[in-house]
């Protein structure tokens, strides 16, 4: 009839495009590992952000010193209590909540420096680029952890913004070496030699046309460091170097039946469990992420 659309046309009317992070997800929640996954990590985060509604006592509370102290498991106190009398569940819930924090803080700070670093000597190539990896090389050369020693230790009191930084200061290396690889491999493609045909400068070169091309592995990384950084933090605080007390995680919640494991292994199997299972969730997810865009 006039004035309708023939059911051809509307048939072939185009659809609205996903972007890369719709795309990424539809192919992760795809395999059953890394729904669970998900979920996991979800049920996590938010234990940690609503930690104040969830905990049933103040972490940092000491109610009886001498008779609530070192407690096993029981209804009152389902993780025990540790030799200040604190209660271990709490104190895990909020550890979540710090744990995680830092992790996620001090990643971003690393994924900042590293995709900055590698993509500038990358792209510079010359003088520039060998330069900046032999100072990379000398970076690399220092183990990580041996250096975050060194720092903390030489500071005598350090806050967990400082902590932060220093994490995120000595975690990039690895990642700006790969985005230095991954910048080579793409500059002399044909499509960034349009954009110099078409008088693209070199600063909307690097940040529209390559950058976006370089989401899997940055993505990855992501996903990966926080994991790592999560475990790194709880072995600096472990080693009574890492959150100062009297903040919780779950580094220094196993430190404090440190000496005393046989008998208080209550405060080593739960901020333990859930460290382990926060790792390998972030673990699966990252692989999950790297299947997923690498297929794009």
């Known amino acids: 009839m006039p004035g309708q659309i023939p059911e051809s046309a509307a048939t072939s009317a185009p659809r609205p495009r996903e972007s890369a992070f719709a795309i990424g997800l539809r192919r992760i929640l795809r ?4 729904r ?11 234990v940690g952000l609503l930690a104040p509604m969830i905990a049933p006592y103040d972490p940092a509370a000491q109610p009886d010193i001498v008779g609530l102290k070192s407690l096993p498991p029981s209804l009152a106190h389902p993780f025990g209590t540790d030799p200040y009398s604190r209660d271990v569940l709490s104190r ?10 830092i992790g996620l803080l001090a990643t971003l700070v690393s994924l900042t420096l590293g995709v ?8 510079a190539g010359g003088l520039v680029d060998s330069v900046m990896m032999r100072v990379l090389d ?3 050369a220092i183990p990580r952890l041996l250096l975050l020693l060194g720092i903390l230790v030489a500071w005598p009191q350090f806050s967990i913004g400082a902590l932060i930084l220093f994490l995120g200061l000595t975690g990039w290396f690895g990642l700006s070496r790969l985005v230095r690889g991954q910048v080579l491999a793409l500059k002399h493609a044909e499509f960034v030699a349009a954009a110099h045909a078409l008088g693209a400068s070199r600063r909307r070169i690097l940040a529209r046309h390559l950058l976006p091309n370089l989401i899997s592995p940055i993505v990855v990384a992501a996903t990966l460091g926080i994991a790592h950084v999560i475990v790194l933090e709880a072995g ?27 008998t208080l292994w209550w405060l080593s199997l739960f901020p333990g469990l859930f460290m382990v299972l926060t790792v390998m969730t972030l673990n699966v997810l990252g692989e999950a992420l790297r299947d997923a865009y690498d297929r794009r």
């Open 236 to 262: 600096l605080s472990y080693l009574g170097i890492g959150a100062p007390p009297p903040l919780a995680s779950w580094g220094n919640i196993i430190l404090d039946g440190a000496d005393q494991v046989a």
């Open 116 to 123: 900055a670093y590698g993509a500038i000597a990358g792209y």
């Open 36 to 46: 669970i996954a998900l979920v996991v990590l979800v049920v996590i985060v938010l």
């Open 92 to 101: 895990v819930i909020y550890g979540a909540r710090l744990s995680l924090t």
């Open 31 to 34: 395999k059953p590992s890394s």
């Open 138 to 140: 000398a970076f690399l």
